[in-house]
């Protein structure tokens, strides 16, 4: 919502003066939050942790769903980035590449890039071909005797160049995914909150008939401040509590922190932040197909609200 946005600053320095303590303490602020961001999301999604950072949300996405299906292994899109703990740079091929190599327990699928990638704009059905992708993966895990936990998404994938996966992918995903007995995981934390404009969540694109199992969310909800969240279905949720080890954070949902995540939301709401993103993206688009059409060393421009992606390329 801007740097040092006066109304951060103040929900910031008001809670600051009064209290702020480890989240063992219960206070009003963590409770206000969660049913406020409950707002945003789809029903089923009605359960809440909060943390730091989009890493620490990530890894414990992680956790939930190895929980709940008692299973480890992991399909995620090549050229994925999901964080810097050694959990997620295993599951990163933008970064495991240059490190370890690939666990054996994870298992990469081709990113949905209908510029670039195994199926383009001119094929008849490329949802269905993608998914299918991770359809054959699932299959061939299953023949060396591996169970697949989860399938880990960003919404849009960022870091592997601004990708818009063809709408109807993620519910197809899904099912090849619930079927093996895993979990949809969506990472929503430089996509969401938004930035899309049409909607507040960017695996809203996909359609109204999609909801993830797990949406993780960091980086924006606090404007800079550091807090992040997991939210997931009830049925996740007790899975992790039966453990009989609980969850904690010392100072994930603290009440600053929690104070600056609804000051945040009033912010998006009270200055209509997303008709803005979609206004603007709109804007810059037109402009940037403009320029296309001038240069041919531009060979794609696509995007969503202000998640915008221009694709150099040496010829045609």
């Not at 190599?101 to 094929?123: C, S």
């Not at 507040?200 to 996909?206: D, E, I, S, T, V």
Request: glycine fraction near 8%.
């Amino acid at each position: 919502v801007g740097h040092c946005h006066p109304d951060i600053v103040k929900a910031a320095h008001e809670q600051n003066q009064v209290l702020n303590t480890n989240s063992r303490y219960l206070h009003d602020n963590l409770v206000d939050y969660a049913e406020r961001l409950s707002k945003t999301l789809p029903e089923k999604l009605c359960v809440f942790y909060f943390l730091n950072s989009g890493s620490e949300a990530n890894d414990l996405a992680l956790r939930l769903a190895r929980q709940y299906t008692k299973q480890e292994d992991v399909v995620v899109l090549d050229h994925a980035y999901h964080g810097h703990l050694t959990s997620l740079i295993d599951i990163s091929p933008y970064k495991f590449r240059n490190l370890g190599g690939q666990k054996e327990w994870v298992h990469v699928a081709p990113v949905p890039d209908t510029y670039r990638g195994l199926y383009r704009e001119d094929h008849e059905d490329s949802a269905t071909a993608y998914a299918n992708e991770v359809k054959n993966i699932i299959e061939q895990a299953h023949k060396r005797d591996r169970k697949i936990a989860a399938f880990f998404a960003e919404s849009l994938p960022s870091v592997g160049g601004q990708i818009i996966p063809p709408a109807g992918y993620f519910q197809k995903v899904a099912k090849h995914v619930h079927k093996a007995g895993g979990v949809f995981i969506a990472d929503e934390i430089q996509v969401g909150f938004g930035r899309v404009g049409k909607h507040f969540w960017a695996f809203q694109l996909q359609g109204e008939d999609f909801t993830p199992d797990i949406v993780t969310m960091g980086k924006p909800i606090g404007n800079g401040h550091p807090i992040a969240c997991v939210a997931t279905t009830k049925e996740v949720a007790e899975a992790f509590a039966a453990t009989g080890v609980e969850y904690f954070n010392t100072f994930g949902g603290n009440p600053v922190s929690c104070a600056i995540g609804l000051a945040v939301l009033d912010v998006i709401e009270k200055e209509n932040l997303q008709a803005h993103a979609t206004e603007v993206g709109n804007f810059l688009m037109k402009l940037l197909k403009e320029q296309k059409m001038k240069h041919p060393m531009i060979g794609d421009v696509r995007g969503s609200g202000l998640f915008i992606g221009v694709d150099l390329i040496n010829n045609q």
